[in-house]
């Protein structure tokens, strides 16, 4: 089936196995309990040995997440999935599992969002895990880092924020592969609509599924689907560590995926409209979008995206704009939320200076090309022409 159609049916209406014929909800309901009762005592002592399929206790497992966790698994055409409390936490567990039994060394885009630099640099290396960053867009430097470090790990996103720069995944999936790493990618930005790392090789993804995946600003979860070797890994882990997202957010999140390809469909077109005004306003220094064919990563863009699917996120540099310029131009919005997170119904501005980037040096972040006049719009799905507007009469 094509992805818009699993999005809607796959985990969803699974009958009661203790009651043959009865009725089987359309949807799978909020199981809100903690642990499981049995018939008997064997039967217990039989679904917790792993010898009859059930559930005993939330913490492994409950049928509100395992129906997200065969969903996810579904659009991503992974062999599992597993659901957790946000998108650091199942980070995080993705990185232990792919380390599991493999060298403490990663190596990372350097690139990545904040949080994520700062699980690698203020958690994982004082646990004596090698850390390594490199430009994920320049293959040769990959190759080169993972010839010299031999990593157990390699960590990208599919779309880096805020600049928008794109790896060529699947040449990077054959490096790590290679080399007997680990591939572990983050498709937030993505989606499995426009990307679907597994495919192209990747071992792990991860998302934050508070981003698009759920889209209403409602909902903090995140979500790891693996191949067949890391989700088992993955699922021993969960059990011990217990990142476990609640059965209510579960319920939110596949509530929200069944309309995330509609919705990513707007979005995209949204933002390709946006991006082209900005384009050519005159308060606008630059814009970074992937439909650019000045893009410094276009050739990858064509390789590894569909035509016409470019992602909701349009970075702008507001011409000869500091810091001030920029609240100016924020706060004059009237639609436009100012607001962290990304990939909800509306559309949503940050800047970075103050929010991913508020610990980087302004030299450092210059050399970034995180200039002061940058700010990432997450473009929403309201009517394109009402987005325009305020934008217009807030950079006037
Ligand atoms: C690309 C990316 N990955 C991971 C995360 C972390 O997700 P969460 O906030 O759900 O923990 C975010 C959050 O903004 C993100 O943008």
């Avoid at 049995?38 to 206790?57: F, I, W």
């Avoid at 699980?119 to 990959?142: M, N, S, T």
């Avoid at 409209?273 to 979008?289: D, E, F, I, N, Q």
């Avoid at 390789?303 to 909701?312: Q, V």
């Amino acid at each position: 089936m094509k992805i818009e159609t699993k999005a809607i049916h796959a985990g969803d209406r699974k009958a009661d196995p203790a009651r043959p014929g009865a009725f089987i909800p359309v949807t799978t309901p909020i199981y809100a309990a903690a642990s499981f009762i049995y018939e008997s005592t064997a039967q217990l002592d039989r679904v917790l040995g792993g010898e009859e399929e059930g559930y005993c206790y939330s913490r492994y497992d409950n049928p509100t997440n395992a129906a997200l966790e065969e969903l996810m698994a579904s659009l991503e055409n992974g062999h599992g999935a597993l659901a957790c409390s946000s998108g650091m936490t199942a980070i995080h567990i993705a990185l232990l599992a792919a380390l599991s039994d493999r060298r403490k060394s990663i190596v990372a885009a350097s690139a990545l969002y904040g949080a994520t630099t700062s699980l690698l640099g203020k958690v994982l290396e004082p646990l004596g895990i090698e850390v390594q960053f490199v430009d994920i867009c320049d293959l040769e430097q990959v190759r080169r880092k993972i010839e010299e470090h031999k990593p157990g790990c390699v960590l990208m996103e599919t779309i880096s924020n805020p600049l928008l720069r794109v790896g060529q995944m699947d040449r990077i999936a054959e490096l790590a592969r290679a080399s007997g790493a680990a591939l572990v990618v983050d498709n937030t930005f993505a989606t499995p609509l426009l990307v679907r790392p597994l495919e192209l090789g990747a071992h792990m993804v991860v998302h934050s599924v508070t981003k698009f995946l759920a889209g209403h600003g409602d909902v903090l979860g995140g979500i790891i689907v693996s191949d067949e070797e890391h989700h088992a890994i993955t699922r021993n882990l969960c059990r011990t560590a217990g990142p476990v997202l609640g059965p209510f957010e579960s319920y939110l999140t596949m509530r929200g995926i069944k309309t995330f390809a509609v919705r990513m469909e707007r979005h995209c077109a949204n933002a390709c409209r946006v991006a082209s005004w900005l384009g050519s306003h005159p308060r606008v220094a630059k814009v970074h979008y992937l439909a650019d064919p000045a893009h410094p990563d276009a050739a990858t863009i064509r390789r590894l995206l569909p035509e016409g699917l470019y992602g909701a996120i349009v970075t702008v540099e507001v011409k000869d704009a500091g810091k001030e310029d920029v609240f100016r131009f924020m706060d004059r919005l009237k639609l436009v939320v100012r607001a962290t997170s990304l990939g909800d119904v509306h559309s949503v501005i940050l800047y970075p200076v103050i929010a991913s980037h508020r610990d980087v040096a302004p030299k450092q972040r210059e050399r970034m090309g995180i200039h002061d006049g940058l700010v990432r719009l997450c473009v929403g799905i309201e009517a394109v022409d009402d987005i325009i507007a305020d934008l217009e009469q807030a950079l006037a």
